[in-house]
C-alpha cells in the first residue's frame, strides 16, 4: 500500500468482476478516488455507476457525473468486456459480431473520447491532470486465434485504437498518455459461457494466450 496515486481520481470500466475488481482495489488500496462503472452492481473499494460502456449517453451522464463529485478525472481503466461466445468465421452471426463489437471495441472508443475531454478540464484550484488511458486488450490482440472471431478482432480494434490515441495526445501536448495491456488467460467469469459450451479445455486452446503447462492466471494480486 502506498499513496502513489493520493488524490487522482480512476474510472475503472467493468470494475465489478475479474480484472477491473482487482485493478479497482490496487488503485484504491494505492490511494486512489475509483469510480467503478460496470453494468452489474458490486460491493467493494470505489463508488459504484451503473454504466454501460456502449451507449454515448451513458458516457456523458458517467463525465459530468465524476467532475461534479470528484472534480478531476486522472485515469481511466477501459476494461469492461465480453467474451460473446466461440463462434468462428462460418459461424459468426453480424448480431453477435456487432454486439460484441459494441462492448469491446465501440465502448474503449468512446472510453479514451470522454476520458480525454475529461482530463483535458482544469480549473483554478486544480493542477492539470498528468492523464493515464489504460485499455484492456488480449494477447489475442497480438498472436490471434482461429476464435472466437468476433472477440479476437474487437481486442486487435483495442490495440491499434490504443496507439492512435497515444499518438494523436502527443501531438496534442495534452500530457495523457493511452497504453493497452493484452492479458494471457486469467480466470474469471468472462469464459463462463464458452466452457460451459464448449469445455474448458476446448475453450482455453481456442482463445490462446496459455503456453503449454502453464494453468490459467489470477486477477488478485499476489504480492
Ligand atoms: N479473463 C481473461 O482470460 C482475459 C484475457 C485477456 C483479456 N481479458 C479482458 O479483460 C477484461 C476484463 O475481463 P474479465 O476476465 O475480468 O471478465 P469479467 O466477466 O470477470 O468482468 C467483465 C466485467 O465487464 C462488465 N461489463 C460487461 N459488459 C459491460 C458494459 N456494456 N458496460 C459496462 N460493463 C460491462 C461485466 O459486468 C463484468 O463486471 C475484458 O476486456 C476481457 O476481454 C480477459
Known amino acids: 500500500m502506498t499513496d502513489e496515486f493520493s488524490g487522482l481520481v480512476a474510472i475503472v470500466t467493468g470494475g465489478a468482476s475479474g480484472i477491473g475488481a482487482a485493478s479497482a482495489e490496487l488503485l484504491a488500496s494505492n ?3 475509483v469510480i467503478v462503472a460496470d453494468t452489474q452492481e458490486r460491493s467493494g473499494p470505489g463508488r459504484y455507476v451503473q454504466h454501460d460502456v456502449a451507449s454515448e449517453e451513458s458516457w456523458k451522464t458517467l463525465l459530468a457525473d465524476v467532475l461534479a463529485r470528484e472534480g478531476r478525472l486522472d485515469i481511466m481503466v477501459n476494461n469492461a468486456g465480453v467474451a460473446g461466445g466461440p463462434g468462428d468465421i462460418e459461424t459468426t452471426t453480424v448480431e453477435n459480431w456487432q454486439k460484441v463489437h459494441a462492448i469491446n471495441a465501440d465502448g474503449v472508443f ?114
Request: with cysteine; proline share 6%; aromatic share 6%.
Open 110 to 223: 468512446l472510453g479514451c473520447k470522454y476520458a480525454i475531454e475529461g482530463m483535458k478540464q482544469t480549473g483554478p484550484d486544480k493542477t492539470r491532470s498528468k492523464g493515464s488511458i489504460v485499455n484492456v486488450s488480449s494477447v489475442a490482440a497480438l498472436i490471434g486465434s482461429a476464435g472466437p472471431t468476433a472477440y479476437t478482432a474487437s481486442k486487435g480494434a483495442v490495440r491499434l485504437l490504443s496507439k492512435s490515441v497515444a499518438l494523436y495526445c502527443a501531438e496534442k501536448k495534452y500530457g495523457i498518455r493511452c497504453n493497452s495491456v493484452h492479458p494471457g488467460g486469467v480466470d474469471t467469469a468472462i469464459f463462463n459461457r464458452l466452457w460451459q459450451m464448449v469445455g474448458p479445455e476446448h475453450g482455453k486452446a481456442m482463445i490462446g494466450g496459455r503456453p503449454p503447462h502453464r494453468p490459467y492466471g489470477r486477477a488478485q494480486r499476489t504480492g
Open 31 to 33: 490511494g486512489a478516488i
